[in-house]
């Protein structure tokens, strides 16, 4: 979606892109699988086909049932795996369209359908973030990860 939505993007003077992730499953700490784990954390090295790789592999290890084996999460396991490949996807498009501020966020423990409304936070409460992200100055922070409180880690 994101590549058929940059030649538009490109026409504008302040190009934005803010994925919506979560700092409670998005991050790399959390995933116990170390061959994904390396992949996805050797950001120099990062491509799409590397993420495909990861998540075609998770995809099998799924089917197979095999994930806790293999390391990988078995709650929420494909909102998890996808919020850790977005993420991986976010820094790649930040490196490769320089000219544009791409980042992800997590809005905090939002109240929604996914958490049955057991959320902390109203969605304008969860809307604040992303909107602060998207309203960065130009020449602001790309590639990063951001919650409440500021960077986060990947």
């Not at 990062?46 to 592999?57: G, P, R, S």
């Not at 995809?59 to 999460?73: A, C, I, R, V």
């Not at 057991?118 to 020449?139: C, M, Q, R, Y």
Request: one cysteine or more.
């Amino acid at each position: 979606m994101v590549e058929h939505f940059i030649p538009l993007l490109e026409l504008s003077h302040s190009p934005r892109i803010v994925n919506v992730s979560s700092s409670s499953y998005g991050i790399l700490k959390n995933l116990e699988n170390e061959w994904a784990k390396g992949i996805l954390s050797d950001v120099e090295n990062l491509t799409e086909e590397k993420i495909d790789e990861v998540l075609n592999q998770y995809l099998n290890d799924f089917k197979e049932g095999l994930l806790e084996t293999k390391g990988l999460p078995t709650t929420l396991s494909a909102y998890m795996i996808s919020k850790i490949a977005m993420n991986g996807y976010t820094r790649i498009l930040a490196n490769k369209y320089t000219s544009f501020c791409i980042n992800c966020v997590c809005p905090g423990y939002v109240k929604t359908y996914i958490n049955y409304n057991n959320g902390i936070l109203s969605t304008e409460e969860g809307a604040k973030t992303p909107v602060k992200v998207a309203l960065f100055l130009d020449g602001g922070p790309s590639g990063c990860f951001f919650d409440r409180d500021g960077i986060l880690s990947f």
